[in-house]
Every structure is written in C-alpha cells, then in structure tokens.
C-alpha cells in the first residue's frame, strides 16, 4: 500500500506559481487577492476556510475570509457577492458550499464566471462539462485527478466508481474521470444497498465525497484498489476524518489517500493555482 499524501502534489503547484508570480505582481501593481465567504459554522467548512486562508499566504498571495449567518437573507448575500465580483481588486471568489437554500442560485446569478474558482456558475460548469479544460472546475474534484496523475494511478481504461453527486464534487468529477477515458459509475444516496456494494467492490478506483465518516468499509474494497477519501467529517473526539474506515481497507489497498494528509493540501494548491490563472486573466484585460 502506498499512500497518496498531499504535500508533494502541493508542492509541485507552488514551485510552478512561484517561478511565475513575480512578474504577474508587477503587472497587477498587488499580489492577487482571495475572497472566500464562509456562510453558517459547519466546522468542516470552517477547517477548509482555515487551511485555504493559510495555503494562500504561503503560496505568496493574499485572502480575506467573510462569514454571514446560515439566516443571512438572500438580497443581502447576493449583494455582497455581486460588490466583490465588481471589486476590481478582487482576483477570485471562493463561496463555501453547500449553502443554506436559495443562496447558490442567488449568489450564482451575480458572480462573474472568471472570478468563480469553484466552478460554481454555469458557464464555468459548461466549460467542465464538454470537457473545456478553460473552465474552472470544482477544486476538489480536479484535485482528485491532480492527486491520482503525480502518483501515476492509471485512469484510462479504468472502472472508477464515485460515491456521491453533488455539483462540488461527484458530478464535475465524473465529468473530469470522463475526460480522461475512465469508465465512470456515479452513486448516490437512492443507490440500494447492494447495488451500491457491488460497484465500489467492482472498482479499481473508489473516489468518495459522501461526508459519512465510517462510509466505506473493507467489504466494499476489492484487493488492490486505489482509494481517492474527499470526506470531511469530524468525529465523535471532534478530530478530522474522511468517509473511509481507514485502518480497516489501507491493506488492501494499492493506493491511498489519508485524511487529514491526503486531498485537503492538494485542493487548496488547486485554489490557489485557480487564483494565480484568474490573476493572471486580469492583468491581461
């Protein structure tokens, strides 16, 4: 078993922005800048808030993070959203999700696509979706294949199942697998049981984002499989864990991600990777 640990792809992102970001500060007159709005106090979100916040400062550029309460009404978060979509100062929004509902829609309808580093408006879910690779994806889930291809986990040709469908993760991830000529199996919560079994057991490559610590389990691993964990729980002693019963599967495994370690340090490289290309975009307009 071989752990896919984070820092090293993290790194490798860093180097290539630092080699670069020098001149880009020089074009802006400013080191580019972050936005990331936090909306209610789910500590998941409130770890990656923390770490995106950190990763950006030592990658050389700035964020600033704005928190609202979950019963923030949606003018007045749709109005935020807009004011810093129009900042010229602002290089890239980041808007933690998933949001209380009604503010997706209202804060997708006023965010610019090239400030969108998540992927969030439809423009940018276009562009992921035809396989335009101009569009900016989810950060997670392009992650995933950032983590998978520094590793050298082979991708084409392979059964991936991914667990889980949300617009952050499993769906723009599915697309992205596509992409690079998996074979994909999407599921989802009205999977039956069985079913559901059956096609992670059948997997070479299990990718799970279904925030359920203990969700994937050793009989649902066949042997050699490469585990992809985009979880983030915090369990019972208030510690950082993913969907999958780690010390339960890791033999069995050839490949995999630890939480934390694993994904988490390399979707805030991706973040900021995303920041460095939308600053970049900038200075050029």
């Not at 049981?193 to 050793?218: H, P, R, Y």
Request: hydrophobic residues 40%; aromatic residues 4%; proline residues 5%.
């Amino acid at each position: 078993m071989r752990e896919l640990r984070g820092k090293a792809v993290s790194d490798c992102i860093k180097e290539e922005i630092e080699k670069k970001l020098p001149e880009l500060i020089k074009r802006l007159g400013r080191k580019p800048r972050l936005e990331i709005i936090r909306v209610g106090d789910n500590e998941a979100d409130g770890s990656y808030a923390r770490s995106a916040m950190k990763k950006t400062a030592d990658f050389g550029m700035e964020a600033e993070l704005k928190c609202f309460p979950k019963d923030i009404p949606e003018a007045e978060f749709a109005s935020y959203v807009k004011e810093k979509s129009d900042d010229s100062d602002t290089d890239g929004i980041l808007i933690l999700r998933p949001l209380p509902e009604g503010l997706e829609e209202a804060s997708k309808a006023v965010l610019k696509p090239e400030k969108d580093l998540d992927g969030m408006t439809e423009k940018n879910q276009a562009l992921v979706f035809s396989g335009d690779p101009s569009g900016f994806a989810p950060c997670t889930a392009a992650a995933v294949i950032r983590l998978l291809k520094h590793y050298g986990v082979e991708v084409s040709g392979k059964h991936v199942a991914v667990a889980g469908r949300s617009n952050v993760v499993g769906k723009p991830l599915s697309m992205l697998l596509l992409s690079e000529n998996a074979t994909v199996t999407l599921c989802h919560s009205r999977t039956p049981d069985e079913l559901l079994k059956k096609q992670l057991a059948n997997a070479d490559i299990i990718c799970t984002a279904v925030g359920k610590a203990g969700f994937l389990k050793s009989d649902s691993v066949k042997v050699g499989a490469a585990v992809v964990d985009a979880g983030i729980n915090v369990n019972e002693e208030g510690r950082l864990c993913g969907d999958a019963d780690y010390d339960a599967i890791k033999d069995k495994c050839s490949f995999i991600s630890p939480v934390p370690g694993g994904l988490g340090a390399v979707t805030t490289a991706v973040l900021c990777e995303n920041l460095f290309k939308a600053a970049l975009r900038h200075s050029l307009r």
